[in-house]
């Protein structure tokens, strides 16, 4: 029986295909947003506990019981792209640490009218994959490194080792695998290295780009953590000369520039200070089967119990989600903004 933050999203639900005007494609949400793109976590674990993703106690982890099965995500992939779904990024926790994940990604890439399956991963354990997630059909990779300093690697990550996650990042681009490297961007703790990552783009093919620290835990003195985008970019321009790029349909809410002469991008995330809801082309569907309209949305979908239905049942709950979406997040770094919450637990 449906919870009844779940009936509240149903009543709300677009109308499936056959009943929906044929002008207006089913992925298409009330504010004429197009949702094309799933992040879909497969595991909630993470080998990693990342300042700025989870308290330094961590978090209780979901029962095996609870976390869905590979069969149950392709499910939930096969009806997603049938609504329109080109690109899925299987995150997670740290989706490299579930077992079984090559054979599940293999699927994933085979499912027609899919176009684009990428992964999100902190690198640890990305040499001895990397390999196999090219030849799966993985088309690329995001990969989290928030320092190019080992001491501080270790304490952002509480305890990692940066020399791991170099021999996953060289292992990758060997194998032909596409690069973004994710950098959160913190005030006092690793902003004076936006620089030097910005650097990175000059010799390599690979996509940096600077995200906006965001409260999701609600750390003491969060609001003190945050650098602007637009600050970012100026502290860029002050050193390189930055010409912007075109974004496309499928890209992430990243604003690309290229330093002139560069091989490779860079790219500004700003969720708090100027934030992209506008142009959101996103759901999410946590390990544990919740769909959410948005990282910081305050209702989710339980698609659990629809799973042994036939594929348009499983289509109309996500319709409903895609209905959901608000116009804009309730997130800024003057209020109070959703409960805290690891971001683990629900996909990044």
Known sequence: MPQAEDRHLIQNAPAVADGKDACTPVNQDRFGRTINYLRLSVTDRCNLRCCYCMPAAGVAACSHADILRYEQLLKISRAAVGLGIEKVRVTGGEPLVRKGLIRFLEQLSAIPGLNEVSLTTNGILLAAAAQKLKRAGVDRLNISLDSLQPATFAKITRGGELRQVWQGIDTAERSGLKLKL???????????????????????????????????????????????????????????????????????????????????????????????????????????GMAKSCLFAGSAMDLKPFLSGDEHTLQTRLLAVIGAKEACHDLSGQTSGPEPFAMATIGG
């Open 182 to 288: 994710n950098m959160v961007v913190m005030r006092g703790v690793n902003d004076h290295e936006v620089e030097d990552f910005a650097a990175l783009s000059l010799e390599k093919p690979w996509s940096v780009r600077f995200i906006e620290y965001m409260p999701t835990i609600r750390e003491k003195a969060w609001r003190s953590r945050i650098v602007p985008g637009a600050a970012i970019l100026h502290r860029l321009q002050q050193r390189f000369p930055l010409m912007p790029l075109p974004t496309s349909r499928m890209c992430g809410p990243a604003r690309p520039f290229r330093i002139a002469g560069a091989l490779g991008t860079i790219g500004v995330i700003t969720p708090i200070s100027e934030h992209f809801c506008s142009s959101c082309n996103r759901i999410r569907v946590t390990a544990t």
